[in-house]
């Protein structure tokens, strides 16, 4: 064996690097040297064994994930090597474009697919294509193809619609897809499936082409694509897949952890290699995060060790509401910076996005400097903050068309466009001219009524009347739960708005208030690239490492989400969390909340656990 190619490498990394014909799979704990192996393994095959480059096939799960491996394996070699890197999807699509005439205008595009969504819809005459809606059927749409199957496996529930229109809307789409040539990304998976079983001639030359295939976050995988990445390296099964079982977190996306959990069954005579020195953590942070994921029944059992020795801690933080916890966060970023650690070596990670823009505000009042990664609107912009302001304005006066447009049917009061009128609305103008006898009468005169109450309340009391007293949060949450989005989240918005309400004295302190954090918004999209805190999702932590992490909201409901209450879903909450903890080098911050708008919340399960 070429001994600068493993050098540095513990023994289990030697034996992955060394293995040359047939299945491997290599279970790759956080901070293992998973892309080490990788690239040295390649280096191995060229070097070692002779395998022509060519005929290597490296596949990743992002664009910038298989573009960052060949880089890496690139500067190892000091060339271009000629190996093939890349998605599922692009080479899904290399594979049909020979085939069926195909360029990248046959590939959707995001907007052409909601374009031809709302034309199904429209079309039969049967479902709203509001943003949220399309979002939701599109995800359906997406989860039925990556499982293999037709739209017979959709249920009752996961949207707004029933069996029956689903199916319809289901057709209807594909039938444009089809008269205008189009491929969406799930297709391609689904058309060479179809091509190899066809054309069996075609699959023996990819597998001519390809003798030798490596998937990395093989976690990841959903079954179509396992399906036909198995029908390429059959018959010599020359395939290496590396992952963390213990990572998986991407149900939502089709991916099925049960893929990996069972290679060994798919392919009995897999040499299965673990990695279970973390070289990135220090020994606190391994042991609190491997307590965690030791509680998950449905997982690989590995004995994950620090493998290097740092200074590191793991601190458990009580915080009385959501203002002291925002309060401690900026005193431990601050401390850590004087403490001579950077701002960028520093993130804070939450379960959803929707509390990003509520930290952004805390940050910015705090003068830290903050980057969010994933895109995140101020909280005030989206839907629910647009509406809620709406009201508020027209309640104290500014009574334009545009913002009753946002409110008036929310919840339902039977008002069309038409009659809303066009510029100024007076309310009671159109109760005058409406018919005592409908609907619409009495809803409007409590409206009225509402605006009226409304006009000297104090910021937080106007929100929560708003919520609880104009059933605005019912209908919210209503129109969620008929989307398929998480109920739990729309309500999290809420809380966060009114919390931010009870902030500030007066109506013009809060519009203030929203007015410093939109430019804090807006000013943290030039700081990409300088020296600022990282705010984002536990998902989109993945892959990346930081000195200091810190994690709040350690709550029932958050994390767990109180969605989530099948033993499978538990488990995949645990292995988010995990995946969150596991981010950090040194220092690693769990903060949870006592109250939630002046009512009792309970600490997360996961904390006993840690």
């Not at 740092?310 to 401690?328: G, I, P, T």
């Not at 009753?404 to 109760?431: C, Q, T, V, W």
């Amino acid at each position: 064996m070429n001994q600068i190619i493993c050098e540095g490498a513990d023994p289990q990394q030697q034996k992955a690097v060394c293995h040359k014909d047939g299945p491997l799979m290599v279970l790759a704990g956080p901070g293992a040297g998973k892309t080490f192996v990788i690239t040295r393994r390649l280096k191995y095959l060229i070097d070692n064994c002779g395998i022509p480059p060519e005929e290597i096939l490296v596949i990743s799960f992002t664009k910038a994930a298989a573009e960052e491996m060949e880089c890496r394996f690139n500067a190892l070699c000091g060339e271009l090597s000629g190996v093939t890197f890349g998605t599922f999807h692009a080479v899904y699509f290399h594979i049909l474009k020979k085939f069926y005439n195909l360029d990248r205008s046959s590939i959707i595009s995001e907007g052409e697919k909601r374009k031809y969504i709302r034309q199904a819809a429209n079309g039969l005459k049967f479902a709203e294509t509001d943003e949220e809606t399309v979002s939701a059927l599109l995800d359906v749409i997406s989860g039925i193809k990556n499982a293999g199957l037709d739209e017979k496996a959709y249920k009752a529930g996961q949207t707004q619609l029933d069996a029956e229109s689903f199916g319809l809307l289901y057709r209807s789409y594909h039938k444009l897809l089809k008269e205008n040539r189009k491929l969406d990304f799930d297709d391609m998976v689904l058309r060479c499936r179809e091509l190899f079983i066809e054309r069996p001639d075609i699959l023996d030359m990819w597998r001519e082409q390809y003798k030798y295939i490596l998937i990395d976050e093989f976690q990841d995988i959903n079954p179509m694509q396992y399906t036909v990445i198995r029908m390429i390296a059959a018959p010599s099964d020359n395939i290496c897949v590396v992952g963390d079982d213990d990572q998986s977190i991407y149900a939502f996306r089709g991916s099925d952890p049960e893929i990996m959990l069972n290679f060994k069954k798919d392919y009995p005579a897999a040499m299965v290699v673990k990695l279970e020195n973390n070289y990135r953590s220090g020994r606190e942070i391994v042991e609190c995060a491997g307590r965690l994921i030791g509680c998950n029944r449905k997982r690989f059992k590995k004995k994950i060790r620090a493998g290097r020795t740092v200074a590191c801690a793991v601190v458990k933080l009580s915080c009385a509401d959501r203002n002291a916890e925002a309060e401690k966060i900026c005193g431990l970023i601050k401390a850590a910076v004087n403490a001579g650690i950077s701002h960028k070596e520093i993130a804070l990670l939450f379960r959803t996005n929707a509390v990003a823009g509520y930290f952004a505000g805390r940050m910015t009042a705090a003068g830290i400097p903050f980057y969010i990664r994933d895109r995140a609107e101020s909280m005030f912009d989206g839907n629910e903050g647009r509406d809620i302001r709406a009201m508020l304005d027209f309640s104290k006066g500014k009574c334009s068309r545009e913002n009753f447009l946002r409110f008036m049917n929310k919840p339902l009061r039977y008002i069309s466009r038409a009659e809303a009128g066009n510029e100024n609305i007076d309310l009671k103008e159109l109760l005058n001219n409406s018919d005592p006898k409908k609907y619409m009468y009495g809803r409007l005169k409590r409206l009225i009524y509402d605006m009226e109450k409304l006009k000297n309340m104090h910021p937080f009391a106007a929100v929560n009347y708003i919520r609880k007293g104009m059933g605005y949060e019912q209908y919210v949450v209503n129109e969620a739960e008929k989307n398929g989005r998480d109920p739990s989240s729309v309500t999290e918005v809420l809380d966060l708005l009114q919390e931010a309400a009870g902030e500030c004295d007066s109506y013009e302190e809060w519009l203030e208030r929203i007015r410093k954090e939109q430019d804090g918004m807006a000013e943290m999209k030039k700081k990409a690239d300088e020296d600022a805190v990282q705010l984002m999702t536990m998902h989109s932590s993945k892959g990346l490492e930081y000195r200091v992490v810190v994690i709040p909201e350690m709550n029932e409901g958050q994390i767990p989400s109180s969605r989530c209450v099948k033993s499978s879903e538990i488990e995949e909450e645990r292995r988010l969390l995990y995946v969150a903890m596991t981010r950090a080098k040194e220092r690693l911050f769990l903060l949870y909340r006592e109250k939630n708008l002046q009512k009792k919340v309970l600490p997360s399960r996961f904390l006993s656990e840690i």
